[in-house]
């Protein structure tokens, strides 16, 4: 049901295939997500998104389970079905508990409920949470 | 520029004005940000949006700065501008460093854009992310 | 700080000016919101804008009233600051009041946060819930 | 496909049974639809959830089925599949007509229009919307 | 799984119908697809829509194919599957090349991610952006 | 009212201010605007961000001016108020043209409007739509 056909290894171009390869190296499996392979008719935006996740997604000043937590949220508010569902899995792979996925939850929505009321109320943002 | 004038203590009906000093109590200051004045016209939904913060952002199983964070993904998505710079503060208050708010920022913008590239090629999600 | 110049009746084209003069007749007074002045620009546009506007929001099977709370929800979760503006006046001028508003305020959060919390959980659609 | 399984009856915890079993008293029926089924994991935010809606929804200053309209309304801007059937089905067990539908419709559209309009304009609100 | 059953020819009325015959028309082909066939149920907003499609997505100042990759643009960020499908369904017919498909895709991406961090860092307009 | 004060040279660091540099000679003036100030923070995601928006604008498939259209399409849905100013003006710098501007709105305007429609009716994707 996707835009364009999903490519695999033997459709994709050399670069794109390459990509493809970097991606099993990175995760220790041969399983290449249909993300990556509807990417794949652009390899330049192939390998562009692809070392940019690694880039931003690897361990820093937060860590990688917080920064799933982040990428559903986002996911979540843009509605995006594929992303909640591949990042959500990911967060439980990095460590989510019920818990933890329950309180997102619960932020998530609070969130929403807020940012609304913030909206239709037109509140003036108070001089003291500016920078 | 609010839809509705901000309540000051004297304007606001006593059920509202005990709201507002719950809001007191519970952050050891005086002041009451504009939200919760804007809020103060209907008491009820006042009462009911500050009880259900304190409930949601309290220590659990995510850290309250971590719930901050998820909290500005969502009011980024949503562009609400008075609840980015609220809770930006409030991130900041709970430790948030400059380097978290970078990598913050990094995330947020790569869950933009591979939640478009998703949508915009409509690619179906992969058995293994069903739950 | 618009994208555009807004035109006075001077700068304004013919027939621009006279789709002004359709405002001010179907309002009864002499002022045209700022609104109508950006989309002068295009006066087909403005025309066409117009016209639909007064189709639509005309009464029906709805209350006037009703449909500028509908607008009034739109508007919020597009964060449409000018929009939830001028709708949350023209919902008054047609008798919303202030308990009205007030749970228009309620139902538009709650609806948010369900909202988020079925496309977080990726809940699938009953069957009994299809036409 | 949801993010994590539906719990019937026997998967779930004794407090989720117990809002299961005050939404089958409320409903005067005994089907649970899906969205209830999934919050379930976390009782508390299914529970708080489940009391949020019965206050906001109940009859008031506007009527409950005007309370689903617009409840459609913030659902379509925020693409929620889900939610769209769910209360679609609701409005017209409240007695939303065809015709009721149809502007319903109509007015979500127009607004979605001139939101678009207002925003790529940037038009400043005029003086006389401010509250 | 509309919330609305497609209306087939038989089940519309002749006001619908005569829309599907002005579709049929314009398109020298015999297909009317889903879209106008859940619209149908409201012939005077079948119409209204279907006539403004054909004035505002013909060529003028911008080239059909040009338009067609906005629609997708737009159609992407609201989320909308069966408007993303349609319209690039659409854009290639009007010759939308697989190398400007990516780039579309490439903008749609960078786009979403400066929006974002412009959004979540609340900047101020630069004085010279103003109109 | 930025979440993070905007650096300029002195406040930058080394590598913000080459960045910085590198703006002015892709754009052979003095003038750095706020974005990239607020971006200088974090100097990795400054670059980043940057070099993606350098490879990613340049004449390709697509003409430049046709990217900032859709650029602008985005920016408005997302209700991005800076973003929708310095692309509209990069657009006339890249010569747009009145009445192409005022086409793009009315595209912009008239898929707004159908999104909405076709979420609202939750229409199913044709077969013939799909890739």
Same mark, same amino acid.
């Given at each position: 049901?996707a835009?364009?056909? =999903?490519?695999? &290894?033997?459709a %994709?171009s &050399?670069?794109a295939r390459? #990509?493809? &390869?970097a @991606?099993?190296?990175a995760? $220790?499996g041969?399983y290449v997500?249909n993300?990556w392979r509807?990417l794949? *008719?652009?390899?330049a935006?192939?390998?562009?998104?692809?070392e940019r996740?690694? &880039?931003?997604m690897?361990? $820093?000043?937060l860590?990688p389970?917080?920064k799933e =937590? @982040?990428?559903? /949220?986002v996911?979540?508010?843009? $509605?995006?079905?594929?992303?909640v569902h591949? *990042? +959500?899995a990911a967060a439980?792979a990095? $460590?989510?508990s /019920? %818990?933890?996925?329950g309180?997102?939850?619960? #932020? @998530?929505? =609070? /969130?929403m409920? +807020?940012? /609304? !009321?913030a +909206?239709? !109320?037109?509140v003036? +943002?108070?001089?003291?949470f500016? %920078?």
């Amino acid at each position: 049901m996707a835009t364009v056909p =999903l490519l695999n &290894d033997e459709a %994709a171009s &050399d670069e794109a295939r390459a #990509v493809f &390869d970097a @991606i099993r190296a990175a995760r $220790g499996g041969d399983y290449v997500n249909n993300f990556w392979r509807a990417l794949a *008719h652009d390899p330049a935006l192939l390998r562009a998104t692809w070392e940019r996740l690694q &880039d931003v997604m690897a361990p $820093g000043a937060l860590d990688p389970m917080v920064k799933e =937590l @982040i990428y559903i /949220a986002v996911s979540t508010v843009n $509605g995006c079905s594929y992303c909640v569902h591949s *990042h +959500t899995a990911a967060a439980r792979a990095r $460590g989510m508990s /019920a %818990a933890q996925h329950g309180e997102l939850m619960a #932020v @998530i929505a =609070l /969130a929403m409920q +807020t940012n /609304a !009321l913030a +909206t239709a !109320l037109q509140v003036e +943002t108070d001089d003291r949470f500016q %920078a």
